[in-house]
C-alpha cells in the first residue's frame, strides 16, 4: 500500500469491496465455495517456503523490537504449523453449510408457509494480534459461512499475513470468486482498525481476538456490533456431594492442561463440607505441578502454606501457573461468587447431587455451564463445530464459542401461490 493514501479513503475502498463482494457470495453454492477452500489449502502447502521467508522477516524485526519468548513463539511458523493451517481449513470444508438451511417451515390458517432462512450476516472484520495462522483460519470460516471477510492482522506479523493473504487470492481466483471476498488489510496504521469499527455501512459485525487492552478499545470505539469475550475468569465448584477421584481429575485439568487459554480455570470453590477433605491433596498436586496458591482465610487454615488471596484475585486473569482458592458455605455462596466475579465465560460444578446439578445449571449465567466436566472443554473444536472465529460472553446474537453458525443469522420466509391477506 502508498503511504501517502489517506487512511480513510483506502478502507471506505476496502468497505465498498467487501459489501459487493459479500452480495455475490451470499448466493455462491457450497461446492464452488469448497472449491476455494480446497485450493487454498493447497496454495499454503505449495509457498511454503514464500511463508517461511516471510515469517522470517517478522521475527527478526520482533526480536529487534523486543518482544518476548512467549510473543514470539505465538507469532512463529515452521512447516508443522503451516501444514495445521492447511488441515484447519480442510477440516472446515468438511463442516456442513449453514447457508439456505430452513428451519420451522408450516403451514397457517391463511394457507401460506412460514419458516426460517439461515443466512450470511454479510460482510465481517476481524482485528487478531499475534498469531498468522488466524488469517488462514478466518478466512476459511468467513468464506465457508458466506461471508465476506475484512481482516487487520497485529503489524508485528505483517509479512506473514500479507503472504497468506496471497495464498487466499490464488484459491479465490481458481474457483473464480471474487477477490475480494477476503481483503487484509495492508497498512499497520492503527486508523485502519479506528475506521473499520467505525464503518457500519459496510461491515456488520466486528471480531476482536487479542488482549483486553484490543478489546476493550474496539468495545469503546465500535459503531459496529462486536462478538467478543473481554477476559475469562473460570470457576469450578466442588460441591460437597462431589466425587472425590472426579474432583481431583476436573480441578486439576482446569487449571493445569494449559495455562495461557480464556477457558482456564483461574478460582477454584470448594465447599467447606468437603474442603479438609480434598484440599490437603488437591493443593499437594498443584504445587507439583509449580502452580502458586492463593486463598481465602479458611483455605489458609486448612493449608498453611497458601499466600493470603486480596479482593483483585477473584476478579484475576492470570493466564499462568496462579490459582485463586476459595471456601464456600454451600450452593449459595459458590453461585453468589460467581454473579460477583465471573467474567461470564465458563463454569463447572463437580457434584454427585442432580438436584444441585441441575440448580448450577440454571442459575449460573455463564456463556458455558458444566457438570463434572473440566472448563478446558469450552472449545468449538471440542463442541463439534469444528474450527472457531472465537468465544463470546455477550448475549445476542451468539454466546459460547462461535462457528459457522454462529457467523450467520436468520431470515423469515413465505411461501404462497398467490395468497393474499383479508
Same mark, same amino acid.
Given at each position: 500500500?502508498?503511504a501517502?493514501?489517506?487512511?480513510?479513503t483506502?478502507?471506505?475502498?476496502l468497505g465498498e469491496q467487501?459489501?459487493?463482494?459479500?452480495?455475490?457470495?451470499?448466493?455462491?453454492?457450497?461446492?464452488?465455495k469448497?472449491k476455494?477452500?480446497l485450493?487454498?489449502?493447497?496454495?499454503?502447502?505449495?509457498?511454503?517456503?514464500?511463508?517461511?521467508?516471510a515469517?522470517k522477516k517478522d521475527?527478526?524485526a520482533?526480536?529487534?523490537?523486543?518482544l518476548?519468548?512467549?510473543?514470539?513463539?505465538?507469532?512463529?511458523?515452521?512447516p508443522e504449523?503451516?501444514?495445521?493451517?492447511?488441515?484447519?481449513?480442510?477440516?472446515?470444508?468438511?463442516?456442513?453449510?449453514?447457508?439456505?438451511e430452513?428451519?420451522?417451515?408450516?403451514?397457517?390458517?391463511?394457507g401460506?408457509?412460514?419458516?426460517?432462512?439461515?443466512?450470511?450476516?454479510?460482510?465481517?472484520?476481524?482485528?487478531?494480534e499475534?498469531?498468522?495462522n488466524?488469517?488462514?483460519?478466518?478466512?476459511?470460516?468467513?468464506?465457508?459461512?458466506?461471508n465476506?471477510?475484512?481482516?487487520?492482522?497485529?503489524?508485528?506479523a505483517?509479512?506473514?499475513?500479507?503472504? @497468506?493473504?496471497?495464498?487466499?487470492?490464488a $484459491? !479465490?481466483? *481458481?474457483?473464480?470468486?471474487?477477490?475480494?471476498? =477476503?481483503? &487484509? #488489510?495492508?497498512?499497520?496504521?492503527?486508523?485502519?482498525?479506528?475506521?473499520l469499527?467505525?464503518?457500519?455501512e459496510?461491515?456488520d459485525? @466486528?471480531?476482536?481476538?487479542?488482549?483486553? $487492552? !484490543?478489546? *476493550?478499545?474496539?468495545?469503546?470505539?465500535?459503531? =459496529?456490533p &462486536? #462478538?467478543?469475550?473481554?477476559?475469562?475468569?473460570c470457576?469450578?465448584?466442588?460441591?460437597?456431594?462431589?466425587?472425590?477421584?472426579?474432583a481431583l481429575?476436573?480441578?486439576?485439568?482446569?487449571?493445569?492442561?494449559?495455562?495461557?487459554?480464556?477457558?482456564?480455570?483461574?478460582?477454584l470453590l470448594?465447599?467447606?463440607?468437603?474442603?479438609?477433605?480434598i484440599l490437603?491433596?488437591?493443593?499437594k498436586?498443584?504445587?507439583?505441578?509449580?502452580?502458586?496458591?492463593?486463598?481465602c482465610?479458611?483455605?489458609q487454615?486448612?493449608?498453611?502454606?497458601?499466600?493470603?488471596?486480596t479482593?483483585?484475585?477473584?476478579?484475576?486473569e492470570?493466564?499462568?501457573?496462579?490459582?485463586?482458592?476459595?471456601?464456600?458455605?454451600?450452593?449459595?455462596?459458590?453461585?453468589e461468587?460467581?454473579?460477583?466475579?465471573?467474567?461470564g465465560?465458563?463454569e463447572?460444578?463437580?457434584?454427585?447431587?442432580?438436584?444441585?446439578?441441575?440448580?448450577?445449571?440454571?442459575e449460573?449465567?455463564?456463556?458455558?455451564?458444566?457438570?463434572?466436566?473440566?472448563?478446558?472443554?469450552?472449545?468449538?473444536?471440542?463442541?463439534?463445530?469444528?474450527?472457531?472465529?472465537g468465544i463470546?460472553?455477550?448475549k445476542?446474537?451468539?454466546?459460547?464459542?462461535v462457528?459457522?453458525e454462529?457467523?450467520?443469522?436468520q431470515?423469515?420466509?413465505?411461501?404462497?401461490?398467490g395468497?393474499?391477506?383479508k
Amino acid at each position: 500500500m502508498d503511504a501517502k493514501v489517506n487512511i480513510q479513503t483506502y478502507m471506505q475502498q476496502l468497505g465498498e469491496q467487501a459489501r459487493a463482494a459479500s452480495r455475490k457470495l451470499a448466493g455462491t453454492p457450497s461446492a464452488a465455495k469448497n472449491k476455494a477452500l480446497l485450493a487454498i489449502a493447497m496454495a499454503i502447502e505449495s509457498q511454503q517456503a514464500i511463508l517461511l521467508a516471510a515469517n522470517k522477516k517478522d521475527l527478526e524485526a520482533g526480536e529487534k523490537n523486543g518482544l518476548d519468548e512467549a510473543l514470539l513463539d505465538r507469532l512463529a511458523l515452521n512447516p508443522e504449523r503451516i501444514s495445521g493451517m492447511a488441515e484447519g481449513i480442510r477440516q472446515i470444508v468438511a463442516l456442513a453449510d449453514p447457508v439456505g438451511e430452513v428451519t420451522d417451515l408450516s403451514y397457517r390458517e391463511s394457507g401460506i408457509q412460514v419458516g426460517k432462512m439461515r443466512v450470511p450476516l454479510g460482510v465481517i472484520g476481524i482485528i487478531y494480534e499475534s498469531r498468522p495462522n488466524v488469517t488462514a483460519d478466518a478466512a476459511a470460516l468467513c468464506l465457508k459461512s458466506g461471508n465476506a471477510a475484512i481482516l487487520r492482522g497485529g503489524s508485528e506479523a505483517a509479512h506473514s499475513n500479507q503472504a @497468506i493473504a496471497q495464498c487466499i487470492q490464488a $484459491g !479465490l481466483k *481458481e474457483a473464480d470468486l471474487p477477490v475480494d471476498c =477476503v481483503q &487484509v #488489510i495492508e497498512t499497520t496504521d492503527r486508523e485502519a482498525v479506528g475506521k473499520l469499527i467505525t464503518m457500519p455501512e459496510y461491515v456488520d459485525v @466486528i471480531v476482536p481476538r487479542g488482549g483486553k $487492552g !484490543l478489546i *476493550e478499545r474496539v468495545s469503546a470505539e465500535a459503531t =459496529v456490533p &462486536v #462478538i467478543k469475550h473481554l477476559h475469562g475468569v473460570c470457576h469450578v465448584y466442588i460441591d460437597g456431594k462431589a466425587d472425590m477421584d472426579k474432583a481431583l481429575a476436573v480441578a486439576f485439568n482446569s487449571k493445569t492442561q494449559r495455562y495461557g487459554t480464556c477457558n482456564t480455570m483461574e478460582t477454584l470453590l470448594v465447599d467447606e463440607a468437603i474442603a479438609e477433605s480434598i484440599l490437603p491433596t488437591l493443593c499437594k498436586m498443584y504445587s507439583d505441578e509449580g502452580v502458586e496458591l492463593r486463598g481465602c482465610e479458611k483455605t489458609q487454615k486448612i493449608i498453611s502454606s497458601v499466600i493470603a488471596a486480596t479482593e483483585t484475585d477473584w476478579d484475576e486473569e492470570y493466564l499462568a501457573p496462579i490459582l485463586s482458592i476459595r471456601v464456600v458455605n454451600g450452593m449459595d455462596e459458590a453461585i453468589e461468587h460467581c454473579h460477583q466475579h465471573s467474567s461470564g465465560h465458563t463454569e463447572s460444578i463437580v457434584t454427585e447431587d442432580y438436584t444441585n446439578a441441575r440448580r448450577f445449571l440454571a442459575e449460573v449465567d455463564s456463556s458455558s455451564v458444566m457438570v463434572n466436566a473440566s472448563t478446558r472443554f469450552a472449545d468449538g473444536f471440542e463442541y463439534g463445530l469444528g474450527a472457531e472465529i472465537g468465544i463470546s460472553t455477550d448475549k445476542i446474537h451468539v454466546r459460547g464459542p462461535v462457528g459457522l453458525e454462529g457467523l450467520t443469522s436468520q431470515k423469515y420466509i413465505v411461501l404462497g401461490d398467490g395468497h393474499i391477506r383479508k
